[in-house]
């Protein structure tokens, strides 16, 4: 297992960028693939995007592709996601987590530990 804090978020108007940060304990932090989840009010978690262990392959939601990039920097313990181009539909709480596997990346039962999640609020 493995401690994830997620920081970050903040209100923000339309069109504009926020990069998330994830910042993980544990010496094995570079063994796991992580990912990026959301969860708007009255809605599922839904996946976002995720990165391999080593950080050299990414998968994104259509909904986002294009507009965020996912990375890591396993010195330092800390996965981002940079987001750009930001819509209102945007708005919602945004959890890091992290897994052994990368099969089934976009499922959220297949993560094994996860963040207390940041607020992404974008206006319109």
């Known amino acids: 297992q493995v401690q994830l804090v997620e920081s970050g978020g903040g209100l923000v108007q339309a069109g504009g960028s926020l990069r998330l940060s994830c910042a993980a304990s544990g010496r094995t932090f570079s063994s796991y693939h992580m990912g990026w989840f959301r969860q708007a009010p009255g809605k599922a978690r839904e996946f976002v995007a995720t990165i391999t262990s080593s950080g050299g392959t990414t998968y994104y939601a259509d909904s986002v592709k294009g507009r965020f990039t996912i990375s890591r920097d396993n010195a330092k313990n800390t996965v981002y996601l940079q987001m750009n181009s930001l819509k209102p539909e945007d708005t919602a709480v945004y959890y890091c987590?992290?897994?052994?596997?990368?099969?089934?990346?976009?499922?959220?039962?297949?993560?094994?530990?996860w963040g207390q999640g940041t607020q992404v609020t974008v206006s319109s």
């Open positions: 987590a992290a897994r052994s596997y990368m099969s089934n990346y976009a499922l959220a039962s297949t993560y094994h530990s």
